[in-house]
């Protein structure tokens, strides 16, 4: 009978692997690297020697585990094709079918961010919830929607791709996307140094952070500290937060929204920050949503693989 399951977290440099049993509880980590070179064509069947090597390590039976899910940096169809992931070197390629022929058991694909929302509404921030909003704060803005329970993907696998919502008219800066005034080009962690050095240049107040180079996290450490003008930095940045997230909410109507990434270390002043303008945007039948930390950190990737599989 099957007892076990395997989630996969394939990025750039490394690809992160979990045995996990039916339940979620995590067995067994580790990580392998990523071999981009070739189109990526040997990432699929070194994730799938790595997963046969546990099994043997552990005495797995094919009969004792239920599949493999994999997450990927790339847009994934319903059938498992990534159009596109420039990370990977892969481009309209059947990761799916694939996988499945390299591992030969059941397997599932999807987009990483939507797949770690995954993880985080079965284990992490959203646990017990069905309607929930994942926000990653990093480089950029990553989103993953999950509606009763079920990923969003929408039909070429870009569904919860918040990070490119237009908020701001007027951009002279592009985005990654190629646009002008997404989401993530104020709300990322390059959009909050992006929003400093602007108010730095602007302004000739005191602040600790004209004594040398800083970092995202020094603009809200400074802040919780009462540096006037990383308050207002702060403050500019949880005005485009929340209502970069209103706008999203009032879309998919969430129970929860989780923030994680690197800017959510951040923590419970986030709140604080982006709730007026959140609240000032977000329809009034949307705005009753909680708000929570995500609690399985670089984690949630292979939790929400290996949960690709299950009911």
């Not at 000032?280 to 292979?302: E, I, M, T």
Request: charged share 20%; aromatic share 8%.
């Amino acid at each position: 009978m099957a007892r076990y399951v395997f989630g996969a977290d394939v990025g750039g440099t490394t690809a992160k692997i979990g045995l996990l049993t039916e339940t979620g509880e995590m067995l067994d980590f580790w990580e392998i690297p990523t071999r981009t070179e070739d189109h990526g064509k040997m990432i699929l069947a070194d994730v799938s020697d790595s997963i046969r090597a546990k099994m043997k390590e552990r005495n797995i039976e094919d009969t004792e585990v239920v599949g493999a899910g994999i997450g990927v940096p790339g847009a994934v169809n319903a059938d498992g094709l990534c159009y596109q992931a420039v990370n990977l070197g892969w481009e309209n390629y059947n990761v799916v079918n694939e996988f499945h022929s390299e591992l030969k058991l059941p397997v599932k694909a999807g987009n990483d961010a939507n797949v770690a929302a995954l993880g985080e509404a079965w284990k992490g921030g959203g646990k017990g919830y069905k309607n929930m909003l994942l926000v990653t704060l990093g480089t950029g803005v990553g989103g993953g929607i999950i509606n009763e329970g079920k990923i969003l993907t929408g039909s070429f696998g870009s569904g919860g791709e918040i990070g490119h919502i237009h908020l701001v008219d007027d951009e002279e800066d592009a985005c990654g996307c190629g646009k002008h005034g997404c989401f993530e080009q104020y709300a990322s962690a390059t959009g909050a140094m992006r929003l400093a050095k602007r108010m730095l240049a602007s302004s000739n107040e005191d602040s600790v952070l004209r004594n040398g180079d800083f970092e995202c996290k020094d603009i809200f450490d400074a802040a919780k500290k009462g540096d006037a003008l990383a308050v207002k930095i702060a403050e500019q940045y949880g005005y485009y937060l929340g209502k970069g997230i209103a706008i999203t909410a009032t879309v998919v109507n969430p129970e929860i929204i989780v923030l994680g990434g690197g800017v959510s270390k951040a923590g419970e002043m986030l709140f604080d920050l982006l709730m007026p303008s959140f609240k000032k945007y977000v329809f009034s039948g949307c705005s009753g949503a909680k708000f929570a930390l995500a609690k399985l950190g670089n984690d949630a990737g292979v939790y929400g693989a290996a949960k690709l599989l299950m009911p």
